[in-house]
Every structure is written in C-alpha cells, then in structure tokens.
C-alpha cells in the first residue's frame, strides 16, 4: 500500500505563493495518475489538479487555471503544487491522491471517486 505525505503548507498573503510537496513511500505506483484536492471548511472536497503517471498530461480545475501547476519527479515519487497568485478563497486543507487504476488517463474531466490512497493533507491559510 501507498504512502502519501503532504508538505508545504502555511499562511500566506493574497497575492503570495506556495509550493506543496507530495512524498509516497511504500508500494508505490509510477504507472498512476496522481492528484491534488482541497476541502475548505463547510465545503465538499474538489479537484484541484491532476498529472499523468509519466508527468505528460495534465488537468486543471476552472478555478486554479492559470495560477497552480501540477508536477512531478518520477525518480524521487513525488507530485508537486505550485500555487501562484493566490486569492483568500484558495484556504483549505490541500490532499493528495493516487489514482486507483494504473495507466488511465480521463476522457472528460477526472472524478474523485477514481482516486483511492490519500495523504493527512497540509493546511493552506491565505489572508487578505
């Protein structure tokens, strides 16, 4: 089983940025699209952004285009965050997630019920 710890939040200005960390150990999968969520209090949790298993295709929600970016470094198992421009509506515990299913790739947009194993998630505070 996958092992998935976050790092990198913390508070910050709007306007600021953020980079989160996403480390897995354990069995890990380099053939699974790997994502990030977030959940703001009273909210259901969201899509943020998901990468392919060999970090060549990716997919943003509408509310993070332009300013977040999904990486990842395949050698050291770990899916980065960049978060740019961010806005007080961006406050949330962030997760990651491995896809369930090895190799796949979503012909619309990725549900989260494709994804299995998550993370304790970090929490981003971004203040006005």
């Known amino acids: 089983q996958v092992r998935l710890v976050e790092s990198g939040g913390g508070l910050v200005q709007a306007g600021g940025s953020l980079r989160l960390s996403c480390a897995a150990s354990g069995r890990t999968a380099s053939t699974n699209s790997m994502g990030w969520f977030r959940q703001a209090t009273g909210k259901e949790r969201e899509l943020v952004a998901v990468?392919?298993?060999?970090?060549?295709?990716?997919y943003s929600g509408d509310s993070v285009k332009g300013r977040f970016t999904i990486s990842r470094d395949t050698t050291e198992n770990t899916v980065y965050l960049q978060m740019n421009s961010l806005k007080p509506e961006d406050t949330a515990i962030y997760y990651c997630?491995?896809?369930?299913?090895?190799?796949?790739?979503?012909?619309?947009?990725?549900?989260?019920?494709?994804?299995?194993?998550w993370g304790q998630g970090t929490q981003v505070t971004v203040s006005s």
């Open positions: 990468i392919s298993w060999n970090g060549d295709r990716t």
């Open positions: 997630a491995q896809d369930r299913r090895a190799w796949r790739w979503y012909s619309g947009s990725p549900d989260i019920s494709d994804f299995g194993s």
